[in-house]
Structures are given as structure tokens and as C-alpha cells.
């Protein structure tokens, strides 16, 4: 699952960085409104609010100089490949 969520961030990034009118903090306005309803609609906004609480906090750790908080460890709640059937 990581390597797909890797090539959909660097696609992501890719379309976000082509000549589009608008300026980087409506990009990120955009982008945040698509994680939040796609998120919702499968997680529920409660848990969409958490998990940006989660990469809030890991993102304030990176830039601290925290070496071991990365985004992997965030993601890794969510990622069901690894969970359990039951």
C-alpha cells in the first residue's frame, strides 16, 4: 500500500506543480477539501479530523529535527492490507 500512496503523491505533486491559475494557497485549499470529503465519505469526518490531527503533529515533530516521527507511522492506523479479517 505505501508504494501506491507514494506514486499517488508524486502524481498528485506533479499535477499540483503544472501552470494552473491558481495561486499555491488555493492548490492547498483544493487539496485539502478533496482529502476531507474523500476521507469522510469512507472514514467518517471524525476520524478524517483526527487523522489530519495526526499529520499535524508528526509534520510539527519533522520539523523539530524529530528523526523518528515520519508520515509512514501516521498512515500505518489506516492501512488495511495489513489488518485483520475479523
Known sequence: MSANMDEFYRE??????EKLSLSPSSKTIVLFRVAIETGAK??????VVYLLSRLMTATIGIMS????????SVLEDWDVDKKSQH
Not at 12 to 17: A, N, P
Not at 65 to 72: F, R, S, T
Request: aromatic share 4%.
Open 42 to 47: 469512507e472514514l467518517g469526518l471524525p476520524r
Open 65 to 72: 529535527g524529530d528523526d523518528e516521527i515520519n508520515y509512514d
Open 12 to 17: 498528485l505533486t506533479d499535477r499540483t506543480g
